[in-house]
Structure formats: structure tokens, C-alpha cells
């Protein structure tokens, strides 16, 4: 399991700084570009996992990459290139610091909160008489303040972001416009899959034109929940859990091992075996959300390939 990227350090031409979050790694350069490198590194409940898992970097810059060039009709992105499978260029931006969530099932964190009493989240409404994993009438938007590393991200409503000036209200409404095209596009992406698109999370940004972006990842197992469309009724009026295509079963696995990211806990140990489990679960989730065999980039010196690749791709915008 030594070939995981854990942490990067490189040293671009036109270099200026670099912002290390929970699973990527973020370089600024000259004339307003972005390295994205998306580590191996694995983060739940807002904790970063000890061990890396070999391949899931590239597995999550590969969806969002193949997920942007599928929704760029309809909302712009910030992306350039990918001269790497780990890595995506763009357009630098200043983010909103929120996190745009849309749920279409009553699943994962909306689920547990369900299950608590509550009847509101994020200020929407939840109706009553929902098991896990019902359909909601209409999907909701719960959106979250974006947390630094090591932070949980907290739920906030619309009116709390408008009153505490997170986001101003032209902005906001271009955000939520956005973010029900993505969801509708994502799922009728995933429904040609035979998939649904549970709920996920969109992030976007404001370039120095002041145009509103779409950034980071999108549609990725990280960010989002898939169920199998097959079997999905079936399931629910069985009252059974539904076989789920997203970050949930490392959640899950965590859960009986007794933590969830609280005061106190400790993370308990991966061992190979199930890092390995992991591994070969997000390859799945790779070919299934995009319905190609999915091609191992050569880890035999993960950082060096990276560095060449990311040299030679700035090379050809200097020239």
C-alpha cells in the first residue's frame, strides 16, 4: 500500500502558493492558473483516514473531469486540461464558501437527521411518514459552510447565508439555478448508467471577470450517492438498505468500528486487506458511473510522473 499519494511538494514554474485540503492539493501560479492534484488520501466524516487508497486520486479527477466536459453546455466550469490523471489545470477563482447540496432521497446525513425527530434541514421541510431512502416530492437544497481542513462543515439554510452576507443574493440565486441543472443533468447521466443520483454536492467559484464557475469535483463517489436503479423498488417496500455506489460503506464500515468523527474517538486501523477492498470498490464505482474500463495509471514513482507531466503541460502555455 506504499504506492499511494499521500502528500505532494512540487515546485512549478510561475509558482506562487499552495492551499492543501482534505483530499487535494491546490497550487496557484502566475497569470491566474490552478494545479489540482488529487491525492490517494481519504477523508469521512470530516476526518482524514491515516492510509491512502491506491488509485482513488485518479479515479476522482477522472469522473469529475469526464462529469465537467458533460455539464459545460449547460453551466460553465473552470477547467483547462488534464495533463495528468491526478491532475486537473484551470482557471484560478475565488470560491463562495459554501457548499451547494442537493438532495433527491431521504439518504446519508439526511437520513440520520430523520431519524433524530427532525423535520427541517438546512430550513427546508422533510415530510412526514418518509423511510431511509425514500424519494423526496421535489429534490432539496441543504447547503454547508465550507470547513478548513480538520473542520466539520456545518449546515446552514439560504436565510442564514443571505443575513450573514456569505453570499449575496443575485449570487445566490445564480448558485441555485445552477446546482438543480447540474442534478438534473447528473441524473439523467446516471439514469443511462442504470444508476440514480441520490444527492451530491456542487462548489463553485467567481472568476476576476466575475463570472460564476462550477469548480472542484462533480458527480465523483466522494461528492455524491448512487443507488442501482435495478432493485431500488424492490428494496424500499421490503424495508431494505439499498446497494449504494458512494463514500457511504467507508462511513458505514466506520460506524461499527465505533467512530464518527467525534471528540475522543480514535480512527480505527485499515488493514491492507480492506484498504484493498476500498481500492477495488472505487474502481467499480468508476466503471459503473462511466461505463468504461477503468485504465491503472503506473505507480512506480507517482510524484515524478506528475511533475513530468505537469512541467511539460506549462510548458506548451508558455510558448
Not at 58 to 63: A, S
Request: hydrophobic share 35%; glycine share 8%; net charge negative.
Amino acid at each position: 500500500m506504499s504506492n499511494t499519494l499521500m502528500d505532494t511538494d512540487f515546485h512549478f514554474s510561475g509558482q506562487k502558493s499552495v492551499y492543501k485540503g482534505k483530499v487535494r492539493e491546490v497550487y496557484t501560479l502566475k497569470d491566474d492558473i490552478l494545479v489540482m492534484i488529487a491525492t490517494d488520501r481519504l477523508s469521512a466524516f470530516d476526518v482524514v483516514m491515516p492510509k491512502g487508497i491506491p488509485y482513488k486520486g485518479q479515479i476522482l479527477n477522472q469522473i469529475a473531469t469526464k462529469m465537467m466536459q458533460a455539464t459545460e453546455d449547460i453551466v460553465p466550469n473552470w477547467l483547462m486540461a488534464t495533463p495528468d490523471a491526478n491532475v486537473a489545470v484551470g482557471k484560478a477563482c475565488e470560491p463562495f464558501k459554501v457548499e451547494m447540496v442537493i438532495r433527491g432521497y431521504l439518504s446519508g446525513h439526511a437520513a440520520r437527521e430523520y431519524k433524530a425527530g427532525k423535520r427541517m434541514l438546512c430550513g427546508e421541510p422533510m415530510p412526514e411518514g418518509m423511510r431511509e431512502n425514500d424519494k423526496f416530492p421535489e429534490p432539496i437544497i441543504t447547503p454547508a459552510t465550507k470547513a478548513e481542513k480538520g473542520d466539520h462543515d456545518e449546515d446552514i439554510s439560504k436565510v442564514e447565508i443571505l443575513e450573514r452576507g456569505i453570499v449575496s443574493k443575485d449570487d445566490y440565486e445564480v448558485l441555485e439555478k445552477y446546482t438543480k441543472a447540474l442534478f438534473q443533468r447528473g441524473t439523467e447521466l446516471a439514469a443511462q448508467r442504470g444508476l440514480i443520483l441520490v444527492d451530491t454536492k456542487y462548489e463553485f467559484g467567481k472568476t476576476k471577470d466575475g463570472e460564476i464557475v462550477l469548480i472542484d469535483e462533480i458527480h465523483t463517489p466522494d461528492s455524491s450517492r448512487y443507488f442501482y436503479m435495478e432493485g431500488y423498488e424492490e428494496h424500499q417496500a421490503k424495508g431494505e438498505s439499498q446497494k449504494q455506489l458512494s463514500k457511504e460503506f467507508v462511513r458505514q464500515w466506520l460506524i461499527s468500528n465505533g467512530f464518527q468523527g467525534l471528540e475522543g474517538e480514535t480512527v480505527p486501523n485499515m488493514n491492507d486487506d480492506y484498504i484493498q477492498s476500498v481500492s477495488e470498490r472505487y474502481i467499480e464505482l468508476y466503471e459503473s458511473i462511466t461505463g468504461e474500463a477503468f485504465v491503472k495509471a503506473d505507480l512506480s514513482n507517482i510524484q515524478e510522473r506528475i511533475g513530468q507531466n505537469v512541467s511539460s503541460y506549462l510548458g506548451t502555455l508558455e510558448e
